[in-house]
């Protein structure tokens, strides 16, 4: 009774953040992450999405051996069905259904009356039981639904087979003693309750995703529902690394505890930052470049004193390592596979062993010292290269002159579909040059709604990581590129996003109705 269940929802809530949509390799990576972790369940994805969701919730069922594998469905059985689909060969599928029970959502976004909400949400679980007996029921936009309305079809679903109840704060609207009595009211007042394990599902519009979500436990839940880095739409959802942090930190009061190895919490940060390009910000609890850095001077004397004056955690208890150095350019492919598995990476074989390697000599020539991040940056490289070799753009290569006294110049040659191109502009920038030389290649005519430059080690030798947002008609997608010179991570990462371009285009579960 004192466990409370981590369900990850990374690749499908998560994924929901405009921009933050991420290829098959990089959901596999990200499960494979989360499994290391410990998450009881992965909400692999939607899978009527579209076929490449499918596709990738199919390969995260087909690859996650210790944690549940869940994907999400409208309340239909053509969405159940596909779901079922990709989960086949999964060890441990859930299937996850929901329909809305607010009124506002009941009327404007299903026009449907209570009772057909009600028939339908118990013949989805119905359907949905009859491929695995571990099926989620949520009852959409709980938070802002009546009481009266939500205790019928929550007790309905369970008789129906639902073995988990999932109570979403939808729109991030409630106050955590609000939620809290929502968990405790329906808890009470369902007669079959107990045969079900209740669930929180909260998002951040006002902040309060995670004290929701800890009210939520007070009052009886026993599964939180998160993201890495709290990502998600809008202000995102909680985040997994602080109620995890909260639980653990605050046993005395909490008297739960969660199954999650807290050293993986900061390296699947990074993970997901790196691949959505969704950066951390330097303040972020657990996660965040400062949460353990004590800056002022009383708080510096105190922490040399006795560590718990200012700290009420361990920053090695939540993977936080010194940026060890750890090969450089004589180091050989068995040092660079040995610390690429202690990493977490499995090199498959010798011919990607030696792909990689290739690309860690070419790297240890620019840069002496190759450190853990750099080498997270060097796989991303990797897999961003074998994506590019299937993708309409390819960046052949670039040249760029710049100088005090001189508009910058840039020329370009992108392969479009085979066929190399050549380009060339001027810019208020290198930068600039740089993406108006690729335009006229490739006149795409997206706006650039984002470009940030990072450096993933410290020093002028350090690799650049740039992210891209772009739009194009209505869409957002982002790129990232990682490159020793950041003129070239620009050129890279801007190519990464067009590309990606062509993957957008699928359902949004919330958006489409049933
Ligand atoms: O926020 C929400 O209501 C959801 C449901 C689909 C569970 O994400
Ligand atoms: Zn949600």
């Known amino acids: 009774m004192d466990k409370v269940y981590i369900f990850d929802t990374t690749l499908r809530d998560g994924e929901q953040s405009p921009g933050a949509s991420m290829t098959l390799n990089e959901k596999i990576r990200i499960a494979t992450a989360l499994e290391k972790m410990q998450v009881d369940i992965i909400e692999a994805g939607f899978a009527i999405a579209s076929e490449g969701d499918f596709q990738s919730v199919k390969a995260v069922a087909d ?18 069905q596909r779901s079922a689909d990709a989960l086949k060969n999964a060890t441990q599928p859930r299937i996850h259904t929901f329909i809305a029970t607010s009124p506002i959502h009941m009327e404007f976004k299903l026009r449907m009356e209570p009772e057909a909400v009600l028939e339908q949400a118990i013949q989805a679980v119905k359907f949905a039981r009859k491929f695995t007996d571990n099926v989620e029921f949520s009852p959409e936009d709980a938070g802002r639904s009546d009481i009266d309305f939500l205790c019928r079809i929550i007790e309905q679903t369970i008789a129906a087979g639902a073995t988990t109840i999932n109570i979403p704060d939808t729109v991030g609207y409630t106050f955590p003693k609000e939620f809290g009595n929502i968990f405790k009211q329906v808890i009470e007042r369902v007669p079959n309750s107990h045969k079900a394990i209740f669930s929180a599902h909260c998002h951040n519009d006002l902040g ?3 004290a929701n979500s800890m009210a939520a436990v007070e009052n009886g839940a026993r599964q939180i529902e998160c993201t890495i880095n709290g990502l998600g739409e809008r202000a995102g959802n909680t985040a ?15 008297q739960k505890q969660t199954q999650i190895d807290a050293t993986q919490l900061v390296p699947t940060s990074r993970l997901v930052a790196g691949i959505t390009g969704f950066p951390v910000q330097p303040n972020k609890a657990i996660v965040g470049a400062n949460a353990f850095a004590h800056e002022s001077g009383i708080h510096q004397a105190g922490v040399l004193k006795s560590r718990e004056t200012y700290e009420i955690m361990n920053a090695e208890d939540v993977g936080w390592q010194s940026n060890r150095l750890v090969l450089g350019k004589h180091s050989g492919r068995a040092a660079l596979k040995d610390r690429l598995q ?5 090199i498959e074989s010798d011919e990607r062993l030696q792909t990689i390697f290739q690309n860690f000599k070419d790297l240890a020539d620019r840069k002496h010292e190759i450190y853990d991040d750099d080498l997270q940056a060097l796989i991303s490289h990797v897999e961003a290269t074998e994506m590019t070799e299937q993708n309409l753009y390819q960046l052949i290569s670039l040249k760029v002159v710049t100088g005090t006294d001189e508009k910058p110049q840039a020329q370009a040659i992108v392969r479009v579909g085979g066929i190399e191109k050549q380009g060339e502009a001027i810019g208020d920038g290198a930068v600039d040059a740089t993406f108006k030389a690729i335009e006229s290649i490739i006149q795409s005519g997206v706006k650039l709604l984002l470009y940030s430059v990072t450096n993933v080690t410290d ?15 209505g869409a957002v997608v982002n790129g990232q590129a990682y490159d020793t010179d950041i003129i070239n991570a620009s050129a890279k990462a801007y190519i990464n996003a067009l590309n990606r371009i ?13």
Request: charged share 25%.
């Open 63 to 80: 690859t996650v051996k210790e944690s549940q594998v869940c994907s999400l469905s409208r309340a239909n059985e053509q969405d159940i």
């Open 208 to 210: 309060l995703a995670v």
């Open 240 to 254: 997994l690394e602080e109620v995890v942090m909260a639980i653990r930190t605050r046993q005395d009061f909490t």
């Open 342 to 346: 202690q990493l977490g990476y499995a």
């Open 459 to 473: 020093g002028t030798d350090a690799q650049g990581e740039v992210s891209i947002r772009i739009e194009a008609n």
């Open 502 to 514: 062509n993957d957008v285009g699928k359902l949004h579960p919330q958006k489409e109705s049933v």
